[in-house]
Nanobody, 116 residues
Framework: QVQLVESGGDLVQPGGSLRLSCAASGSIFRASAMGWYRQAPGKQRELVADITPAGITDYADSVKGRFTISRDNAKNTVILQMNSLKPEDTAVYYC??????????WGQGTQVTVSS
């Protein structure tokens, strides 16, 4: 069983920055792909960024150049650094772990609100 715990969500002004963290329990983190997703009110959950076990990253077009995903395998943690935040980035952000073809775990989410 894997537990994912997100932290770092907050209220921030447009143009500001936030750093989200996702800590994973268990021993499969190093071999797992990790991702950050978000869901705004009335919208579907969407991929923000992901990172493979080898460290290869991918980003949604809407966040390229502003967000950076990274992982620390020694700490079982994945980070989402968010800069130049916009009101449209407001959402609940979720961490996702994928191991192999069948194991998928989600965190409980952390609220990010971008508003003046």
């Amino acid at each position: 069983q894997v537990q994912l715990v997100e932290s770092g969500g907050d209220l921030v002004q447009p143009g500001g920055s936030l750093r989200l963290s996702c800590a994973a329990s268990g021993s499969i983190f190093r071999a797992s792909a990790m991702g950050w997703y978000r869901q705004a009110p009335g919208k579907q959950r969407e991929l923000v960024a992901d990172i493979t076990p080898a460290g290869i990253t991918d980003y949604a077009d809407s966040v390229k150049g502003r967000f950076t995903i990274s992982r620390d395998n020694a700490k079982n943690t994945v980070i989402l650094q968010m800069n130049s935040l916009k009101p449209e980035d407001t959402a609940v952000y979720y961490c996702k772990l994928v191991w192999g073809a069948t194991l998928v775990y989600w965190g409980q989410g952390t609220q990010v609100t971008v508003s003046s």
